[in-house]
């Protein structure tokens, strides 16, 4: 069953064909629409994947060597790297990805380095390839100033080379940068990547925390869940909570981070997450923090009120958009696609149709968008 139903025999519907036929449309996909070609506002996707030929050769040779450790966010990228159409898409940051978002009706993309990303690569490749990426990605951004920004790589296993390389991005005008969640079973809450976290901060750099499979968990991969049905959304809860408990954002209040897929089911829990705070609040984390005592400023809902941006990647969906609109405020709820992952014209369609005034549907599309990512032009 193709994954756009417009009735194109091009363009997105025969990639799709190749590498995701099993995906079938369902329950609450959205219905057959045509998207405004006329809106009153630009729609800015922030979650877009992309990758580079150097990288996927890393990825590979480091699975197929035998020394890598059982990763299952290194084996995820392996069956990525796999999918010739899949890659196509990834690979391409000109007139393939133009051509399909023309075709989809998105004016912009925010490029984010794929999952697993740079930091699943053997230990010591990873900055290189990050100051790779990072080249590349600055020079489609040049190259099409008007429909590509991009977030910035780095390899959080090489400290002092990621601090330099933000420093780096930023010089290069990179919108933010991103981390694909664990790395090999690490946390940016552990003490000594703070680093990282003031140098994002002092730069005005925003964080994007985006998911992998979950690190040394069969459970997940024995069910088929290690992906969105349970690995990506739980890793990345724990990242973020980790992030909150640790104290980050009262050690570095204008530290910006943003979580996908309506903030992996996060803002439905505020009010519990409050009720219980006390349940890791000022407690010692012995074996993360060595034993210092946190104890937070706020209420676990300040954070998302005041750190936290949530993008809806993968869930155009107008009562969970809404409900996030009404709990975290308009101007913290940013549109996503997750090209070339999940992609459909009638889902922008449905957006269009959403029932919001038209200065909180421009929040949503475009104007929160530059403001967290600072996108110009
Ligand atoms: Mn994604």
Same mark, same amino acid.
């Given at each position: ?15 799709? *064909? ?16 045509? =998207? ?13 994947? %992309? ?6 050769k890393a990825q590979l040779d480091y699975f197929n060597s035998g020394d890598a450790p059982?990763d299952?966010?290194l084996?995820?990228g392996a069956?990525?790297?796999? &999918?010739?159409?899949?890659?196509? &898409? ?20 925010? #490029?984010? #380095? ?6 699943v690569v053997r230990p010591?490749e990873?900055?290189? @390839? ?28 090489? =400290?002092?080379?990621? $601090? ?7 010089? @290069? ?19 000594? /990547? ?34 969105? @049905? ?5 890793? $990345?809860?724990?990242?973020? &909570?980790?992030? =909150? ?11 910006? #981070? $943003? ?11 505020? /009010? ?22 946190? *104890? @937070? ?19 155009? %969906? ?8 009404? $709990?975290?405020?308009?101007?913290? =709820? ?14 922008? !369609? ?10 909180? *549907? *421009? ?5 929160? !968008? ?8």
């Open positions: 069953m193709p994954f756009l139903e417009d009735g194109s025999e091009k363009g997105l519907k025969g990639h799709f *064909k190749e590498d995701f036929s099993h995906r079938t449309r369902q329950g609450m996909a959205p219905r057959a629409g045509h =998207v405004d070609r006329s809106a009153p506002y630009k729609r800015i996707a922030t979650e877009e994947a %992309w990758t580079f030929p150097a990288l996927v059982d299952d966010s084996r995820m069956m990525f790297n796999h &999918m010739p159409s899949l890659q196509d &898409m990834l690979q391409d940051l000109g007139d393939l990805r133009i051509a399909h978002m023309d075709e989809l009706g998105i004016d912009r993309q925010l #490029l984010l #380095l794929t999952a697993p990303g740079v930091q010591g990873g900055t290189a @390839l990050a100051r790779e990426a990072n080249d590349i990605a600055a020079e489609a951004c040049r190259n099409h100033p008007t429909r590509f920004s991009a977030m910035a790589a780095f390899d959080p296993r090489d =400290v002092a080379g990621s $601090v330099k390389e933000l420093e780096r991005a930023a010089g @290069l005008g990179l919108n933010g940068a991103v981390l694909n969640s664990h790395f090999q079973g690490h946390y940016l809450d552990e003490p000594e /990547y703070r680093p990282i976290l003031e140098a994002l901060e002092a730069l005005d750099l925003a964080l994007y925390i985006h998911p992998t499979a979950p690190y040394n968990a069969p459970h997940y991969e024995q069910r088929g869940f290690f992906g969105a @049905l349970g690995g990506f959304p739980h890793d $990345v809860w724990l990242h973020t &909570m980790g992030l =909150v408990m640790s104290g980050a954002f009262d050690r570095f209040p204008k530290l910006r #981070l $943003v979580i996908g897929h309506l903030g992996e089911c996060m803002p439905l829990h505020l /009010y519990r997450f409050d009720w219980m705070q006390g349940n890791a609040d000022g407690r010692t984390r012995p074996l993360i923090d060595g034993g210092e005592q946190i *104890k @937070l400023q706020h209420p676990t809902s300040y954070y998302f009120q005041n750190n936290i941006w949530i993008t809806t990647s993968g869930c155009g %969906w107008e009562a969970g958009i809404k409900f996030c609109q009404q $709990v975290l405020g308009p101007d913290r =709820v940013i549109y996503a696609m997750d090209y070339p992952y999940q992609q459909s014209s009638d889902e922008l !369609a449905a957006y269009d149709r959403m029932d919001m005034t038209p200065e909180v *549907k *421009k929040m949503l599309m475009e104007d929160n !968008a530059r403001a967290v990512f600072r996108i110009r032009g």
